[in-house]
């Protein structure tokens, strides 16, 4: 019978890849609702696809999604280094990761464990890891998070706007040292390749400088603005970067490189390179602070909050539906879906046409260019 028509008895849901406020949310919801309105069971999988491969899952009852909606983090655990088509099964004599496809041991506890569908709630990585689960017949709904919003085809995704809330505290904390003290201030940001985490909170913070991957700055249009402010006798300038920005002509600052996951390079380091720079070309005194994992931990805020709940029954009515190997979207303010593999490995940057951008610029915002 087609997965299409087969009857549901039991779902999985899994968080994959870095973990964001509001993922207890989703969980919740999909969980209460599959058990109380379809009458399914529901399984917890255990860190992502590492509970597929590993087998470890467990039942998940009403109780056990009591509670949680306000809490940080995932109860479920997550992985981003447990893709089952490019698993690190150990090392070889140079220290280098052995690598073995191990998608039929994932196939094979599915069927075991009795799971009818799973739900994927992950980024482009998880999106990609559910992509090849969807090509050996599992049937998935995803639904999106990063603190990133960078996945195609959604106009957010949840997780972002608490990392935007928890990133302007932060400067808006540097903003008073740094007006204390006469320096510039530079704040890193995460975001990888995409630049709405910095933008959003760069432009809420008020920051004199925003800098963001996809527009590659230049050195000395930075340091112009400071040496400005300077003589306009504002002695201070706050600058936001993004982990992924890059000098024009340059490269991105990657901090490691995580061998076993299925994006490796992780960024961080452009504000120490950029303060060192500027204190030498202006002589004023500079400083660097990475924001860093503090930017994906605590509690979501309500707009996060509601956003995966409403992912999440979205999610829901997709397995009531039977519409499988698609992932919930937000499109103009409407819950919507589009195909898992339209999303799958990619990722949504800033437009240099954004509005957003413009606006920046009217307020006299220097986008180091
Ligand atoms: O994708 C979310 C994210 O927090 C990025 O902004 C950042 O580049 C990356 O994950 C960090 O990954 P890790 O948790 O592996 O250090």
């Given at each position: 019978?087609?997965?299409?028509?087969?009857?549901?008895?039991?779902?999985?849901?899994?968080?994959?890849?870095?973990?964001?406020?509001?993922?207890?949310?989703?969980?919740?919801?999909?969980?209460?609702?599959?058990?109380?309105?379809?009458?399914?069971?529901?399984?917890?999988?255990?860190?992502?696809?590492?509970?597929?491969?590993?087998?470890?899952?467990?039942?998940?009852?009403?109780?056990?999604?009591?509670?949680?909606?306000?809490?940080?983090?995932?109860?479920?655990?997550?992985?981003?280094?447990?893709?089952?088509?490019?698993?690190?099964?150990?090392?070889?004599?140079?220290?280098?990761?052995?690598?073995?496809?191990?998608?039929?041991?994932?196939?094979?506890?599915?069927?075991?464990?009795?799971?009818?569908?799973?739900?994927?709630?992950?980024?482009?990585?998880?999106?990609?890891?559910?992509?090849?689960?969807?090509?050996?017949?599992?049937?998935?709904?995803?639904?999106?998070?990063?603190?990133?919003?960078?996945?195609?085809?959604?106009?957010?995704?949840?997780?972002?706007?608490?990392?935007?809330?928890?990133?302007?505290?932060?400067?808006?904390?540097?903003?008073?040292?740094?007006?204390?003290h006469h320096r510039v201030m530079i704040v890193e940001l995460m975001g990888r390749n995409a630049g709405w985490l910095t933008?959003?909170?760069?432009?809420?913070?008020?920051?004199?400088?925003?800098?963001?991957?996809?527009?590659?700055?230049?050195?000395?249009?930075?340091?112009?603005?400071?040496?400005?402010?300077?003589?306009?006798?504002?002695?201070?300038?706050?600058?936001?970067?993004?982990?992924?920005?890059?000098?024009?002509?340059?490269?991105?600052?990657?901090?490691?490189?995580?061998?076993?996951?299925?994006?490796?390079?992780?960024?961080?380091?452009?504000?120490?390179?950029?303060?060192?720079?500027?204190?030498?070309?202006?002589?004023?005194?500079?400083?660097?602070?990475?924001?860093?994992?503090?930017?994906?931990?605590?509690?979501?805020?309500?707009?996060?909050?509601?956003?995966?709940?409403?992912?999440?029954?979205?999610?829901?009515?997709?397995?009531?539906?039977?519409?499988?190997?698609?992932?919930?979207?937000?499109?103009?303010?409407?819950?919507?879906?589009?195909?898992?593999?339209?999303?799958?490995?990619?990722?949504?940057?800033v437009p240099i046409d954004d509005p957003l951008i413009a606006m920046a610029r009217s307020v006299e915002t220097c986008m180091?260019?």
């Amino acid at each position: 019978m087609s997965v299409k028509r087969k009857q549901i008895r039991k779902i999985g849901i899994l968080t994959g890849g870095g973990d964001c406020p509001g993922l207890n949310a989703v969980i919740r919801v999909v969980t209460k609702a599959a058990i109380t309105q379809l009458g399914l069971e529901v399984i917890g999988i255990e860190d992502g696809f590492l509970g597929l491969i590993r087998n470890r899952m467990h039942p998940l009852g009403l109780d056990d999604v009591s509670n949680i909606l306000t809490v940080g983090g995932t109860i479920l655990g997550t992985s981003n280094d447990a893709d089952p088509i490019r698993f690190a099964v150990g090392r070889d004599e140079h220290g280098k990761p052995l690598f073995e496809n191990v998608t039929d041991r994932v196939v094979e506890h599915v069927a075991d464990r009795g799971l009818d569908a799973i739900v994927a709630v992950g980024g482009d990585g998880t999106m990609t890891g559910a992509a090849n689960l969807i090509e050996r017949g599992i049937a998935v709904v995803g639904v999106p998070k990063t603190i990133d919003n960078d996945l195609m085809h959604t106009d957010i995704t949840f997780g972002f706007s608490t990392a935007v809330q928890t990133a302007v505290e932060c400067l808006d904390r540097i903003h008073t040292t740094a007006s204390s003290h006469h320096r510039v201030m530079i704040v890193e940001l995460m975001g990888r390749n995409a630049g709405w985490l910095t933008l959003h909170a760069g432009l809420a913070a008020g920051a004199d400088v925003v800098l963001i991957p996809e527009i590659p700055y230049d050195v000395d249009v930075v340091c112009e603005k400071c040496l400005e402010r300077s003589k306009r006798g504002k002695r201070f300038t706050l600058i936001a970067v993004s982990e992924g920005a890059m000098p024009k002509g340059g490269k991105q600052v990657v901090d490691r490189v995580v061998h076993e996951s299925p994006d490796p390079i992780r960024l961080g380091g452009i504000s120490a390179v950029l303060s060192r720079e500027i204190a030498q070309k202006t002589h004023l005194e500079t400083r660097a602070t990475i924001l860093g994992h503090v930017q994906r931990g605590g509690a979501p805020v309500a707009t996060d909050r509601v956003l995966a709940m409403r992912f999440g029954h979205k999610a829901i009515q997709l397995v009531a539906m039977h519409e499988w190997n698609n992932i919930v979207v937000m499109q103009g303010g409407e819950t919507t879906f589009v195909p898992i593999t339209s999303v799958a490995g990619q990722q949504r940057l800033v437009p240099i046409d954004d509005p957003l951008i413009a606006m920046a610029r009217s307020v006299e915002t220097c986008m180091g260019d």
